[in-house]
Nanobody, 127 residues
């Protein structure tokens, strides 16, 4: 079992930055693909970004591509990060970290492909 705990959320003004962290315990995540998802009130959970187990591949949702969102990982610290710059009010949501070891990388944007989830961290961006 893998336990995931997110942190780093908060309230910022539009144009501000936040760095989310996801710390894993229970197992090393060095063989796991990792993803970040978000869910706004009244909406379905949506994909934000994913990073392969090696860190050699990343994948971003169209909604954040080119917007200074960067996913990274430090396997030695069993931690995954999401750096978010130039935040907009529409980025307001609960952000979740997810992990999966057997997923086909081509499906890394699919919320149904991940076995392990954190409890989420709230991000609020005001205009």
């Amino acid at each position: 079992q893998v336990q995931l705990v997110e942190s780093g959320g908060g309230s910022v003004q539009a144009g501000g930055s936040l760095r989310l962290s996801c710390v894993a315990s229970g197992r090393t995540i060095r063989s796991y693909h990792m993803g970040w998802f978000r869910q706004a009130p009244g909406k379905e959970r949506e994909f934000v970004a994913a990073i392969s187990w090696s860190g050699g591949s990343t994948f971003y949702a169209d909604s954040v591509k080119g917007r200074l969102f960067t996913i990274s990982r430090n396997n030695a610290k069993n931690t995954v990060y999401l750096q978010m710059d130039s935040l907009k009010p529409e980025d307001t949501a609960v952000y979740y970290c997810a992990a999966d070891r057997t997923m086909d990388w081509s499906k890394s944007g699919d919320v149904n492909e991940y076995d392990y989830w954190g409890q989420g961290t709230q991000v609020t961006v005001s205009s």
